[in-house]
């Protein structure tokens, strides 16, 4: 059975920072892309960045979300079966419930879209105040 579960996630200032992870279990956690999704209430779901499973070639990094880019850095320990998300420079726009998620293409990242991806966490509250 495939599992997702996100932690990390809490209130802090503008300008802090926060580490998120996402421990997956259930299938083989290194032949697939990973992502991180965002969705405030009332909006569609976000990507914010996703990275290739790493066993063939580079993990490669893309990021989804413009705002994101120099400030979160997304990376994964397929040794720990482990998916981070590294988030400084906080900012209030960043508030919202952070899912990670599998994707269906397998090692190679092809899609930003939700429906891009099969197995999802029950997401982590990020909550930025000014």
């Known amino acids: 059975q495939v599992r997702l579960v996100e932690s990390g996630g809490g209130s802090v200032q503008a300008g802090g920072s926060l580490r998120l992870s996402c421990a997956a279990s259930?299938?083989?956690?290194?032949?697939?892309?990973m992502a991180w999704f965002r969705q405030v209430p009332g909006k569609e779901r976000e990507g914010v960045v996703s990275?290739?499973?790493?066993?063939?070639?580079?993990?490669?990094?893309?990021y989804y979300a413009d705002s994101a880019r120099g400030r979160f850095t997304i990376s994964r320990d397929n040794a720990k079966n482990t998916l981070y998300l590294q988030m400084n420079s906080l900012k209030p726009e960043d508030t919202a419930m952070y899912y990670c998620?599998?994707?269906?293409?397998?090692?190679?990242?092809?899609?930003?879209?939700?429906?891009?991806?099969?197995?999802w966490g029950q997401g982590t509250q990020v909550t930025v105040s000014s």
């Open positions: 259930g299938y083989f956690y290194s032949q697939y892309c």
């Open positions: 990275i290739s499973s790493g066993i063939i070639g580079e993990g490669g990094i893309t």
């Open positions: 998620a599998r994707s269906r293409s397998g090692y190679y990242c092809t899609g930003r879209k939700a429906t891009d991806y099969d197995a």
